[in-house]
């Protein structure tokens, strides 16, 4: 099958699969943002992406890309080294031609890999992995059970250490050298490489991919912040989201406050012994507020 046996038909198979990538990040970008501007409707997305069927079958294909990926990089990294034999050593001087991340593309994807998986443990493991195996995350600071759906409270575990940022600032670096090259390679090995159209091509894809990452930095940094900050775990609407996702149903708040919720009403505090009339007075309903006025 020339899929396999011709070095076209690798390259062929590399590109196909890099497309994978291109549309995950891009996907995977655009649903972080939204956990920057609210944070409660990251969660909601984050519920309706669970272990569903259409879910579980993305997840699969783009597992199954990443993997055809990485394999075919290998396999033609070996070939091509086959081919050169040992005349590599000889070529002190790079040629000035050639971009140096095309030269080191297959590091560049083991540095992603592994970002990936360190991705992977902090967010799927613990989410849409957890759900399908039917346990639950535990924060190891409160003992409490997460709620597979809590994509904020992951943010909070995962960029409250500090080393978080810097390994995902790494990984992102790698990213963007990884998808410049990538993006306008994808399509020469279409067969999309006129001159005019490559160059186009190249800014493009340098245009999308410092985007992509400028975003994903954006979005790293922001959470580091928030999460040294506590505003996951102590933000009174995710707070009451987080009780609503319990299957329970009794778990009260990672604070342990029973008016902590996003409407802190007269009748929550009448309910809850341990809730003070101050804080109710504190945080007015938009009836009360609307009847003051």
């Known amino acids: 099958m020339w899929l396999t046996s011709s ?3 690798r390259k062929f198979i590399m590109s196909l699969t ?13 649903m972080n943002g939204v956990a920057l501007f609210w944070p409660t409707a990251y969660n909601e997305v984050c519920l ?34 086959k081919a050169r034999g040992s005349q590599r050593y ?6 000035p031609q050639v971009e140096w991340s095309s030269k080191n593309m297959l590091v560049l994807g083991i540095v992603v890999l592994a970002f990936l998986l360190v991705h992977l443990y902090q967010f799927w493991a613990k989410m849409q992995l957890a759900e399908i195996a039917g346990f639950e995350a535990i924060d190891p600071v409160t003992g409490e059970a997460i709620p597979a759906a809590a994509g904020t409270w992951f943010i909070q575990l995962a960029f409250q250490n500090p080393v978080t940022l810097v390994i995902y600032l790494i990984g992102f670096i790698a990213l963007w050298f990884h998808m410049t090259h990538g993006f306008w390679s994808m399509f020469q090995t279409a067969g999309w490489n ?14 999308w991919a410092t985007c992509v990452v400028l975003l994903f930095a ?3 940094i922001v959470f580091t912040v928030q999460a040294n900050k506590g505003v996951y775990t102590e933000c009174p609407a995710l707070q009451q989201q987080y009780m609503d996702m319990l299957e329970d149903g009794e778990a009260v708040s990672i604070q342990e406050t029973p008016c902590a919720a996003s409407k802190c009403t ?8 341990e809730c003070t009339e101050a ?3 504190s945080a007015a309903t938009p009836n009360e507020s609307n009847d003051n006025n």
């Open 7 to 9: 070095s076209i038909g």
């Open 18 to 30: 890099g497309a994978f990538l291109i549309l995950f990040v891009t996907f995977h970008v655009l």
């Open 48 to 81: 309706f992406l669970g272990a569903n069927w259409y879910a579980l079958i993305g997840t699969l294909v783009l597992a199954a890309g990443f993997v055809l990926h990485i394999i075919y990089a290998i396999w033609l990294t070996i070939q091509n080294r």
């Open 90 to 95: 000889a070529v002190t001087a790079r040629q």
């Open 194 to 207: 006129g001159k005019v159209w490559m160059n186009r091509l190249k800014c493009i894809g340098t245009v």
């Open 218 to 220: 954006v979005e790293a």
């Open 266 to 273: 007269k009748t929550v505090c009448i309910e809850a012994e």
């Open 279 to 281: 804080v109710c007075d």
